[in-house]
């Protein structure tokens, strides 16, 4: 029986996280909590510090999604190697673990060419998938790219591999390390049988001509990543994953078209989008777009 330990990022967490920090234990010898609340608090996460097999890192700074996880991964693997967990599981506070979800996970990664197994992400409130078609396709499939909650890695392909894209932030950084992994000659798999609750935050309807159309609601400061992290992969990824590079290119204009055409401030988000296209070309990164309180 493979070891298995898990990352649990939060950011401003509410009682979800110990809700999520409690089913990972029925299945997880050990899950680090890091939160990247800026500020002194307090703050929820300290109610953990005393829980069993529960470590919480906290130091007031926002590193982003890619630091925060892998600060938890150092931490799990900055032991003697017979200590170390022989899977990983990676959390958001936003994600519901079903009883049996991490265990029928960890079947798949008995085949060594699977480098990481994860969950459909579900939505409760209107009973389907969110990722299109899920609910007529395979019930277990090869994917690019899954995202990171519910993400179930074998330590040695983190080991091959490496961690978390730092300079991604927050956005795309579950598509870089997936990429990376395929790249590197691993199946990444999504059962579907394996529900996630999972949240996207705040959702909008906005009535056009003919047509109702959802969508998340994004501050500014993240339009810019979203464009620039996928412009760097698209560039980094169009050889070895074209139909992911497709896709990720027709979302874009989605994006930019919906999110300065319907949603206020119209001029300062397309700018943002725009300059993340201009710096994706050109490998560059732009500070401005930081929240407050964060280090990158």
Known sequence: MPTIAAVATAFHPDERLTAVVEAALKSCERVVVVDNTPGDGPFLTDALRDRAGVTVLRDGRN?????????????????????????????????????????????????????????????????????????KGPDVADRDTVITSGMLVRRDVLTEVGRFR??????????????????????????????????????????????????????????????????????????DAPVWTRGTAAYLVWWFGLRTAIEAPRGPRAMAMLRGFRDGFRGKTSRRYLPPGAAL
């Open 63 to 135: 590193r982003g999604l890619a630091g925060a996880l892998n600060s938890g991964v150092d931490t799990l693997l900055a032991v003697d190697d017979g200590e170390q967990p022989d899977l990983l599981l990676f959390l958001d506070q936003d994600s519901v673990l079903g009883e049996d979800l991490v265990l029928g996970l960890a079947e798949h990664l008995t085949d060594p060419a699977v480098g990481i197994a994860a969950p459909a992400a579900w939505d409760e409130r209107q009973g389907r998938y969110y990722e299109p078609g899920a609910d």
């Open 166 to 239: 730092t300079e991604f932030f927050v956005d795309h950084v579950d598509n870089d390390f997936c990429l990376r992994v395929r790249a590197a000659g691993y199946r990444v798999l999504r059962d579907k049988r394996q529900k996630l609750a999972h949240s996207l935050g705040q959702r909008n309807q906005h009535k056009l001509p003919g047509v109702s159309v959802s969508s998340s609601r994004h501050p500014t400061w993240r339009l810019y990543w979203i464009a620039r992290n996928g412009t760097v992969l698209m560039r980094e990824h169009r050889k």
